[in-house]
């Protein structure tokens, strides 16, 4: 299957820093790419879809004023996590997908942990 | 809106034994995809099977097979000869076909593999 990496793995920041997650598409052109969010014991819930070279597009609820994504290529994509706060911890995965393949992949997500 | 259920929060399954995980979805599509993913304790996402629904032949990966059954809106996945590797959360995925289409996931079955 395709490659989709994420970094950092995991990172622990001061309330009101910004945070920001990579994610890259090693072998393939990535013309989408997704944000999902997961509690422990839950479901992925996805917050945004970005294409490349125009806005995402979020989910009803997710702020996208303190969640910047920005899908600057094809193989690779940005969120920020502005000014963030104790309630932001949480995993964040990514995911992507080409217009010529079914499936999504996924990269190995990030553990974010705000003090 | 396509919704997917997974009936099942926990199975258990002893090592070299089957197993079957439930899942059934809603749509009004007629073309679509069903995946299963696998998420072990790594928290990698990984794709286990994916099923196209114009095909009527069931999708088989080696030990993984599906039961896809389309007038019933369900998509089983069997595990045969299970190892203690299969140990993790299962999740069924729908996806109507079509470039904007974005993942719709189950809540999970968490899989122990036992001795």
Not at chain 1, 2 to 28: M, N, W, Y
Not at chain 1, 102 to 113: C, D, H, I, S, V
Not at chain 2, 51 to 68: C, D, H, I, M, P
Request: proline share 3%; aromatic share 10%; with cysteine.
């Amino acid at each position: 299957g395709a490659v989709v990496s994420q970094h950092p793995s995991r990172v622990i920041c001061k309330s009101g820093t910004s945070v920001k997650i990579e994610c890259r598409s090693l072998d393939f052109q990535a013309t989408t790419m997704f944000w999902y969010r997961q509690f422990p014991k839950q479901s992925l819930m996805l917050m945004a879809t970005s294409n490349e070279g125009s806005k995402a597009t979020y989910e009803q609820g997710v702020e996208k004023d303190k969640f910047l994504i920005n899908h600057a290529s094809l193989t690779l994509s940005t969120l920020t996590v502005t000014s963030a706060h104790p309630e932001d911890s949480s995993f964040y995965i990514c995911s992507a997908r080409s217009d010529h393949k079914e499936t999504q992949y996924f990269g190995p997500g990030t553990r974010l942990l705000v003090l | 809106a396509q919704t997917v259920t997974q009936s099942q929060p926990e199975m258990s399954v002893q090592e070299a034994e089957t197993v079957t995980l439930s899942c059934t979805y809603d749509t009004s599509e007629s073309d679509y995809y069903l995946f299963w993913y696998k998420q072990p304790p790594s928290r990698q996402m990984i794709l286990v099977i994916r099923q196209e629904a114009y095909k009527q032949q069931n999708a088989t990966e080696n030990r993984f097979s599906v039961n896809f059954q389309k007038a019933a809106k369900s998509f089983s996945l069997k595990i045969s000869d299970s190892q203690l590797g299969d140990a993790a959360m299962y999740f069924c995925a729908y996806r109507r076909t079509g470039t904007a289409s974005k993942l719709t996931f189950g809540t999970g079955t968490r899989l122990q593999v036992t001795l």
